[in-house]
């Protein structure tokens, strides 16, 4: 059974793929916020006791980040994934007096991702092995203007910061992968048209595959989104305005 620590459980990508770890036996620490939606999801995972954990916790807060994911390495007898998934938008148009609205995005999106990369790689260093698992996004290739540019950034730092690491553990125990999710059905897509959603049962297969195959960089799901993802670059600004 192989141990993972997933934040940002509560909903969205986070739960689904806590569904499908723990349908096939793994053992799940599942971090959020809203601690009373991860009781609710470890009632219905319904798995063997002990193998789902509950943890509250908020990652813009350094301090708790450790506490809890060296908590949960220690009740699950050594973490062997810790899924950086946390993430939020919300963010506003720069220059319309949205900067701290932009900083809660910065905050969780970035800040708290290096605290939970920090934590885990503290773990994974001492023992010489073990698997960080970064929740970047596809437009971490090509940012978005408006509303989802601060968004947009946070994404592209955490895509450069996978890089880095793999580069820096290349050849070791220590494995990095960077998901670049399109768009799957979550609540954070709430405003994208239907048609242009994976269904989040598949989506989430996608990422758990990327996962066990220890892929750096996985654009998910292949279909459509590798294909987006080269073309985005190239993509006139005045086109993406249209539809932003």
Same mark, same amino acid.
């Given at each position: ?23 096939r ?9 809203r ?14 006791p ?84 970064? =929740?970047? $996004?596809? *437009? ?6 408006? #509303?989802? /540019? &601060?968004?947009? %950034? ?13 580069t ?35 989506? =989430?297969? $996608?990422? *758990? ?5 220890r892929? #750096?960089? /996985? &654009?998910?799901? %292949? ?22």
């Amino acid at each position: 059974m192989t141990s993972y620590f997933i934040s940002g459980a509560s909903s969205g990508l986070g739960a689904e793929m806590a569904r499908q770890l723990s349908e096939r036996g793994d053992g799940v620490a599942l971090a959020a916020r809203r601690i009373e939606l991860l009781e609710e999801l470890a009632q219905d995972l319904g798995s063997v006791p002990g193998a789902v954990t509950t943890h509250a916790l908020d990652v813009t807060d350094p301090v708790a980040v450790d506490r809890v994911i060296r908590h949960a390495d220690a009740v699950h007898g050594g973490l062997d994934v810790v899924v950086v998934n946390a993430g939020r938008g919300g963010g506003g148009r720069l220059g319309t007096g949205t900067l701290d609205q932009n900083r809660q995005v910065i905050e969780t999106n970035l800040v708290g991702v290096l605290a939970q990369a920090e934590s885990a790689l503290s773990l994974f260093r001492s023992r010489g092995h073990g698997h960080l698992v970064l =929740v970047s $996004s596809v *437009v971490a290739r090509r940012g978005l203007p408006g #509303g989802a /540019a &601060v968004y947009s %950034a946070t994404k592209a730092a955490v895509a450069t910061l996978g890089a880095s690491l793999r580069t820096e553990f290349a050849g070791s125990d220590i494995h990095i992968t960077t998901l670049r999710p399109g768009y799957i059905e979550t609540e954070l897509t709430a405003k994208v048209p239907k048609r242009l959603k994976t269904p989040v049962r598949r989506g =989430v297969a $996608s990422m *758990v595959r990327a996962m066990d195959d220890r892929v #750096g960089d /996985a &654009v998910v799901p %292949a279909w459509p989104w590798k294909a987006v993802d080269r073309v985005l670059p190239l993509i006139p600004s005045r086109i993406i305005r249209r539809f932003m």
